[in-house]
């Protein structure tokens, strides 16, 4: 139960996420903006050394690094011409601010399956999340989980190097929101076992299952195969969704529009 691939929700919107659709549309060029696009399909590997050291270069220029973030200061070196081992450790000749690195980070992604992974997440949960709190506030919210969700991480990683990049931060913190506002709406899901079934679920399942998936490899319960995911900004921005969902205006109910009916002494709504 905790390999839930959510693909659709039974959860109308009153309105257009319109908010929804341009962050798909921004992480999307984005990411075909990006050097690790060019490379192998939905992989994202370096295929030379010297497409590794590239990549390494460019996330380091664009990407959160903990290390950064947490003393405000831009590494010196970043990543050079391939050399026996690695690349060639040179000095930086770009200017950058960390905290703004973070916003970047949320729009770049380290392969195709990271970020049309994200990018199913988002489309499934960020319409209705939208749909109750508002356009502009859905936006800030948004960036405010992805914010909480890398600085938690690089809080508790001060000395790590490595390059966070992705927008499951942020997209965590809209599941929370989305658990706490619709904790029992159906979401069609599929489960892999040999082949995959779908099945539908309330959302409490699908999402709780999904965050206990992330504690656990936060937490070192159960191993995450190598993985270089950054489980703990997961966890961190889920937890921001359901504390901040409230404050941003999720208690108020949406409105829905009142259905179409015949003018005549019995008027019975459309039924679909």
């Known amino acids: 139960m905790i390999s839930l691939i959510p693909v659709a929700d039974d959860n109308p919107t009153s ?3 319109f908010v929804t659709w341009l962050l798909i549309a921004l992480n999307v060029v984005v990411f075909l903006r990006e050097p690790i696009a060019d490379e192998i399909p939905f992989i994202g590997s370096a295929t030379t050394q010297a497409e590794a050291c590239h990549d390494l270069a460019f996330f380091r220029q664009y990407a959160a690094i903990p290390r950064e973030l947490v003393s405000n200061e831009q ?16 000095r930086a000749r770009y200017r950058k601010i960390p905290a703004l690195s973070v916003l970047y980070a949320m729009f770049l992604h380290g392969s195709w ?3 049309l ?5 988002l489309w499934v949960f960020g319409n209705n999340v939208e749909d109750r709190i508002g356009h502009v506030r859905f936006l800030i919210f948004y960036l405010v989980c992805g914010y909480i969700a890398t600085y938690a991480f690089a809080l508790a990683n001060p000395s790590g190097t490595e390059t966070l990049v992705g927008a499951s ?3 965590a913190g809209v599941l929370g929101a989305y658990l706490v506002l619709y904790p029992r709406a159906r979401v069609l899901s599929l489960v892999p076992f040999l082949f995959f079934f779908p099945f539908r679920l309330p959302a409490w399942i699908v999402l ?3 965050f206990l998936l992330q504690w656990l490899y936060a937490t070192g319960t159960t191993m995450s195969s190598g993985s270089s995911v950054a489980y703990l900004a997961h966890v961190a921005g889920f937890i921001a969704g359901l504390a901040l969902i409230f404050p941003f205006g999720g208690r108020g109910r949406r409105q ?17």
């Open 15 to 17: 309105i257009t996420p």
């Open 75 to 90: 590494l010196d070196a970043t990543a050079g011409r391939p050399v026996p081992g690695g690349c060639e450790a040179v």
């Open 113 to 115: 399956l990271h970020l």
């Open 117 to 121: 992974g994200n990018m199913l997440f």
């Open 169 to 171: 931060g942020a997209i």
């Open 208 to 210: 709780g299952s999904w």
């Open 256 to 272: 829905r529009p009142a259905p179409p009916s015949w003018p005549g002494p019995e008027r019975r709504p459309w039924g679909y």
